[in-house]
């Protein structure tokens, strides 16, 4: 099987239920010709755009902070499509000036299809320069729908370069977060059933649940093969005390296997979390993408996620000293080193440049800085810098 180890985000709305009509604001474009891009403002309620060749996005009550200018451009595909696979629908571009959404949005394509058609929405990754599979199942409209937490250019694609059909996996609530309204299910690790397929799981795709909401289609689409979660939720505590965010443990876990012959019947590919809830939950994100990239290919959104580190110059051992390090994608990062066992948490600031490979990462507080040109893949890498002393260091960065 091909293995990937990363985070592929395949939605579903929970708000949705909650929808105020199409939302409020201001609409530009009359739909009247096919070609000509529709722009209109969503505000907190959510509401929906759609596009006049019929294609749609339902954003839900809570989906944006502010009032926020939308906008659906038809444009030609940004890149090829891979191998033997041909386009089923017209490709979409969605705008919406970088806001990002709280809650993942709907996408609605119209295409002619038959229940013996292979289906699947794929997504252009920009800073890849690269298609991405992005869901796709059959929705009660008759259209090919997907859900996703963040915006690009989205095309629908035919069996002709589909070799599977994306199955359903259903989530339940596990009924252990009764302070919370939902909690979104990320994919952390999955193969593929069929080697052949070289479309990577979309980063922005992933579903949401509600231990409250039974009426809720808790459910992802994806390719047959093995896959492992992550569970994540925002604590929202007593009046006057700060949210914090948790996730349930990966390790904590089931592995699904869905294959090309799973039933689509729901209730079949249930997941359910299991193990000591207690214990198992930590504060934070669910780990990032776990991917592994050579450098010469990477993003610097491919370094953001949860690494280990040891000390390589000067070359010590695990007990005298290593560390973990969390890669935020807003430019920032916590360090927390174990120095001969004591440990320390330092804040601290990073960038990638993709052109140069040149990794910089810095310890304002302590006036460490490991930065240089990255050697390895995003599944391990190298960095030489300076330590707090001003004596020269190297560190080897391993996603666990």
Known sequence: MKKYNLYGFVAVFLASLFMMGCGGGSDSGDGSDESAPVTKTINQQGGIIEHSSGFKITFPDGAV????????????LPGALPSGAQSASATFNIDANGTKMNLPVELNFPVNYSSADTLAVYR????????????GGESDEGTVMTNVGGFSSYTVVTSEGVTYKPKPIWFEAPGILPDRQYFSVKVYEYEYENTELSPR????????????????????????GKYQFCYEWIHRPLVGLAERRHYIDIGVLNTITITENSSDIEGINRLRLSGPYSTAYRVGNCPASNINIDVGDAGASDFVGT??????????????????????????FVYQEWLNGTL?????????????????????????????????STKTFVVSGKWSSGSDGKLEFTRP
């Open 124 to 135: 252009w990754a920009t800073d890849k320069n690269q298609w991405e599979f992005a869901g």
């Open 201 to 224: 799981i979309a980063d922005e795709m992933f579903a949401i649940v509600s231990p409250f909401m039974s009426s809720i289609r808790p459910v992802m689409y994806v390719p047959p």
């Open 307 to 332: 690494y280990n580190t040891i000390s390589l110059l000067p070359l010590r051992t695990y007990e005298q000293y290593h560390g973990i390090i969390h890669i935020r994608s807003d430019g920032s």
């Open 344 to 376: 320390a948490e330092i804040p601290g600031n990073w960038q990638f440049n993709p052109a140069s490979k040149f990794l910089d990462l810095k310890w304002p507080a302590s006036g460490a800085s490991f930065s240089g040109t990255v050697t390895g």
């Open 65 to 76: 902070d502010s009032p926020t200018s939308v906008t659906i451009s038809k444009v030609s």
